[in-house]
């Protein structure tokens, strides 16, 4: 425990939000927190030792980024995943992240590419949550590096929003070979991506960056049980 080493940071209300948000965004993530399970507010702040405000905070937070939804009858309930949700929000990943890897493929710095491959590296041992966020930070890279700073937000924004999701396949899915095979998937793609990002191919840069989200995408459809509703031929045509 770092109690006493934190306690200065506590007395910040707002480092205290984001402490009880990350708490709670963790216990969803972690499955602790189930998807449709009531959030009662007292409860959640007497479990975190907290007061309701920052609470609430937190909860607004994780409302914005799609964890949690408020019902009509005014409950917090941990958000069900919704396939209509992730179909609009990885159709846009698909979009977007390999334009982004287009134009970052002339224009990426050098030092953006040693930060790449340094994260590709990193990323290639991992699994579960930690390689989760080290992948986001190996795109959000390649996003800065396309020189389009409103692409790159949105990218974030898709990440953010996408999140509960990936999130999903880290608690739901058990089979362990269809993880290592979609990490091994994954870091031949991030390899294949730097080798074209190298080369300054864009078009390659592209169809790599598209790949990797379709196939990610088709594994989320996967596990939260759903076909993907995207007609076969135009599935062949984003490949
Ligand atoms: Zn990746």
């Not at 058990?174 to 091994?184: A, F, G, W």
Request: proline share 4%; hydrophobic share 45%.
């Amino acid at each position: 425990m770092k109690s006493t080493y934190n306690l200065q940071q506590l007395e910040a209300p707002e480092s205290l939000e984001l402490r009880v948000y990350a708490q709670i965004r963790q216990a969803i993530m972690q499955g602790q927190l189930q998807p449709g399970e009531r959030l009662v507010l007292d409860r959640l702040a007497t479990s975190l030792g907290v007061s309701r405000v920052p609470v609430t905070q937190a909860l607004k937070r994780l409302e914005t980024q799609g964890f949690v939804s408020n019902t009509r009858r005014g409950e917090t309930v941990v958000v069900e995943l919704s396939a209509a949700d992730a179909f609009e929000l990885y159709t846009l990943r698909i979009r977007l992240q390999p334009l982004a890897a287009r134009y970052a493929a002339p224009r990426i710095q050098p030092e953006q590419l040693a930060e790449m491959e340094n994260l590709a590296e990193w990323i290639a041992p991992l699994s579960g949550a930690e390689r989760f966020a080290m992948d986001r930070r190996f795109h959000e890279a390649l996003a800065n590096a396309s020189g389009m700073p409103r692409l790159a937000q949105m990218c974030g924004n898709l990440w953010e929003l996408t999140e509960v999701y990936r999130a999903a396949l880290d608690t739901q899915v058990h089979d362990l070979n269809l993880k290592i095979m979609d990490n091994e998937n994954s870091s031949r793609e991030h390899d294949a991506l730097l080798a074209a990002l190298r080369q300054k191919d864009g078009v390659a840069a592209e169809a790599i960056e598209r790949a990797h989200v379709v196939r990610a995408t088709k594994l989320v459809f996967q596990v939260i049980g759903q076909s993907f509703p995207i007609p076969a031929s135009e599935i062949d045509d984003l490949r």
